[in-house]
């Protein structure tokens, strides 16, 4: 079987170098193994320039297939040089070639010898344009996943993700998409990543027009690891420059939410909330929406969340908060 296969990856036509291609995934570890040894990955990456869609899909699947679990071969797909092609597919107008194409990138990029190589290459700048282009939530996942790999490179977020417009394709994902969702609750976290890593990054996030209103709405109606990454980007903001973002989050009308994260979130969000409540509540009355922050009511506030102690907060305790809550939304 092997030997077949190696055969017409090598010498068959299209359609048998297909069927090669399918046959590889069924083989075991170490017949795989034995296949890159003889050099399989360099006539399957030449399928990838192949204009029949079915060769294309069948390739992707093969190193997808070579790749798993191995890392020495996510560095072999990277050295036989398969980047320029992959990075060339996200211009194919088939769906499942750019759901495997992403796939592939995902699977390479979590090896660290790779993530420089594949971030200098231009692909940062394709995955950031190919987020808000696709219709496939598989898609923007494997893309998120992607960014984070190559994220986990100190080196590598200022110069090439920062710079190639991620910040901005992230909120506009996070603005459009279900707060409440996995996709945002990802983005999210790749959001505060990228502004607690970089300053540069912290910049354009805060320079983004619509930024503060869209993490404020995150923090209203996101998951709980929504909530905790979007208050946890915010004060970012209001600490790095807090006089103009301080009651640029006011007015957005944040104070509801946040009050009730300080209350209900997970552990790091309670303690996010508190400290940006507390360079929020050093400001007397800013107008929001349509009714005045009532400072007093804020104090209150305040005062029965620093009471609280512990995980949980007693069921009386809670209802008082929430009940002042309400007051600053009338």
Same mark, same amino acid.
């Given at each position: 079987m092997e030997k077949? !296969?190696?055969? *017409?990856?090598?010498?068959?036509? @299209?359609?048998?170098?297909?069927?090669?291609?399918?046959? &590889?995934?069924?083989?075991?570890r170490k017949q795989r193994h034995n296949l890159v040894e003889s050099g399989v990955m360099v006539p399957l990456i030449s399928m990838l320039h192949y204009e029949n869609f079915e060769a294309i899909e069948a390739a992707l699947c093969a190193l997808l297939s070579l790749a798993f679990g191995s890392e020495r071969n996510k560095s072999r797909i990277i050295n036989s040089g398969a980047l320029p092609v992959? $990075?060339?597919?996200?211009? %194919?107008?088939?769906?499942?070639?750019?759901?495997?194409?992403?796939?592939?990138?995902? @699977?390479?990029?979590? %090896?660290?010898? *790779?993530?420089?190589a594949i971030a200098s290459s231009g692909a940062i700048q394709l995955l950031a344009q190919f987020l808000n282009t696709t219709s496939s939530t598989q898609s923007q996942l494997d893309t998120l996943a992607t960014l984070h790999n $190559?994220?986990?490179?100190? =080196?590598?977020?200022?110069?090439?993700? !920062?710079?190639?417009?991620?910040?901005?394709?992230?909120?506009?994902?996070?603005?459009? /998409?279900?707060? /409440?969702?996995? &996709? !945002? =609750?990802?983005?999210?976290g790749l959001l505060e990543h990228i502004v607690t890593s970089s300053k540069s990054g912290l910049c354009e996030a805060a320079s983004i027009g619509g930024a503060v209103r869209t993490l404020v709405e995150t923090i209203e109606d996101g998951s709980f690891q929504s909530k905790e990454h979007a208050v946890g980007t915010?004060?970012?903001?209001?600490?790095?420059?807090?006089? #103009?973002?301080? =009651?640029?989050?006011?007015?957005?009308?944040?104070?509801?939410?946040?009050?009730?994260?300080? !209350?209900?979130? @997970?552990?790091?969000?309670?303690?996010?909330?508190? #400290?940006? &409540?507390l360079l929020l509540r050093d400001c007397s009355n800013y107008s929001s929406t349509s009714k005045q922050i009532d400072? =007093?009511?804020?104090e209150r506030i305040m005062e029965e969340i620093d009471d609280a102690e512990g995980e949980e907060v007693a069921e009386t305790t809670l209802r008082m908060v929430e009940e002042m809550v309400a007051k600053l939304s009338t």
């Open positions: 077949e !296969v190696v055969e *017409n990856l090598w010498n068959g036509d @299209t359609k048998m170098q297909v069927q090669a291609a399918v046959e &590889l995934r069924k083989l075991n992959l $990075l060339n597919l996200f211009h %194919c107008e088939s769906e499942t070639v750019l759901e495997l194409n992403v796939a592939t990138l995902l @699977t390479i990029s979590s %090896c660290n010898s *790779n993530k420089v $190559l994220s986990t490179r100190q =080196e590598i977020i200022t110069p090439f993700i !920062v710079s190639s417009g991620v910040v901005l394709s992230l909120l506009e994902l996070i603005h459009r /998409s279900e707060k /409440s969702s996995t &996709l !945002v =609750e990802k983005a999210i915010l004060l970012l903001f209001c600490q790095s420059w807090r006089e #103009k973002y301080r =009651e640029m989050i006011l007015r957005e009308g944040v104070m509801p939410g946040l009050l009730q994260l300080s !209350v209900d979130g @997970t552990w790091r969000a309670k303690n996010l909330a508190k #400290k940006l &409540l400072h =007093e009511v804020v």
